[in-house]
């Protein structure tokens, strides 16, 4: 055997040891996952919920980290400069397409920054208002939003956040630019909705799920293509005359470019496993949403997903001339 073939055997041999060394141990201590958005807020919610899961099949703590700000972008770019040891991961949402977009001073590319863990869950959005806005139905807020834009505020959660995304949706459908706010988070956001100090907000069903129940705030209409079992009562967009507005918030998981396989198929058994956990399927139904199917929950599908729907928002965010910058 030539030299240079014998030290490539060695040097493969090496790395095949050390990698199921790796993948042995794996993990042996905490890790730490960041939520791009608030404490409290929807993709917290959903992070708090699989990482509690997760944690008791890896045996191992995954401690989750509230990095807000900026649509999302602040805390993926601190996941994208990560040590890629298996031990940061991110969880994130649609911004992760739109941002790639949206921002064109990235200091990542969403694509080339990331492995892939896999798909969470698809979460519906809820046009919503403070519980004494005056319209009292679909066709009313219209009205009233075309009549008033300039004096009602919308919360959202900064650009390329799914609040924004939705809020885009709703002011290109009825054609009226209303002022809008950014939180670090749509958490922060529901506070102010629900002291009054904000008007309307669309926001994921796993932020306002509870507050509809308890009639703390009112709703005007689900972004999903059916009506959801949580909410019978309450048309989609489509149904009250916006059918342009159909919009849903796939969370996915990532770790920093890099990050072993054996790392990310370990964290990717154990979404399935959380994911088929009837427990998550009921406090996710009280959400009004899904586990996503274990076919879905793995790194592949995360990544053809993120590829798909950037080729799908790219030309969306195009036309309407949108930039974060
Ligand atoms: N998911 C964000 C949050 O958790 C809100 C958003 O994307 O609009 O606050």
């Not at 390329?160 to 956001?189: E, N, R, W």
């Not at 506070?191 to 009112?218: H, S, Y």
Request: hydrophobic share 45%; with cysteine.
């Amino acid at each position: 055997m030539a030299l240079s073939v014998k030290l490539a055997a060695v040097a493969a041999a090496a790395v095949f040891a050390s990698n199921s060394a790796f993948a042995e141990g794996y993990p042996d201590r905490s890790i730490t996952m960041v939520v791009p958005f608030s404490a409290g807020g929807p993709t917290d919610t959903v992070g708090r919920l699989i990482a509690e899961k997760m944690s008791a099949d890896l045996g191992q703590q995954i401690i989750v980290e509230n990095v807000g700000g900026a649509g999302g972008t602040l805390g993926a770019g601190q996941v994208a400069g990560a040590e890629a040891d298996g031990y940061t991961i991110l969880l994130h949402h649609i911004g992760m397409a739109t941002s790639a977009t949206l921002y064109r001073n990235l200091a990542y590319k969403p694509l080339e920054a990331f492995e892939y863990v896999g798909l969470v869950t698809e979460v519906p959005m809820t046009l919503v208002a403070r519980k004494d806005f005056e319209p009292t139905d679909l066709a009313g807020l219209i009205t009233y939003v075309k009549e008033n834009a300039e004096t009602i505020t919308m919360a959202n959660a900064g650009i390329g956040a799914a609040s924004h995304l939705c809020g885009m949706l709703f002011m290109q459908a009825v054609d009226a630019p209303i002022v809008t706010v950014p939180y670090k988070g749509t958490g922060p956001a529901m506070t102010e909705l629900l002291g009054g100090q904000i008007d309307i907000m669309c926001d994921q069903t796993t932020n306002t799920a509870e507050q509809i129940k308890g009639g703390t705030i009112k709703a005007y209409a689900v972004t999903s293509s059916a009506r959801l079992d949580i909410f019978p009562d309450l048309p989609t967009v489509a149904e009250g005359g916006l059918p342009g507005m159909e919009v849903s918030i796939w969370h996915g998981i990532y770790a920093p470019k890099g990050t072993p396989a054996e790392a990310t198929d370990r964290l990717a058994t154990a979404l399935q496993n959380a994911l088929a956990d009837p427990d998550i399927a009921a406090k996710f139904a009280e959400l009004g949403t899904k586990p996503s199917p274990a076919a879905d929950a793995t790194p592949a599908a995360l990544k053809a997903k993120l590829e798909s729907e950037i080729a799908r928002w790219q030309p969306v965010i195009e036309k309407a001339g949108v930039y974060a910058d």
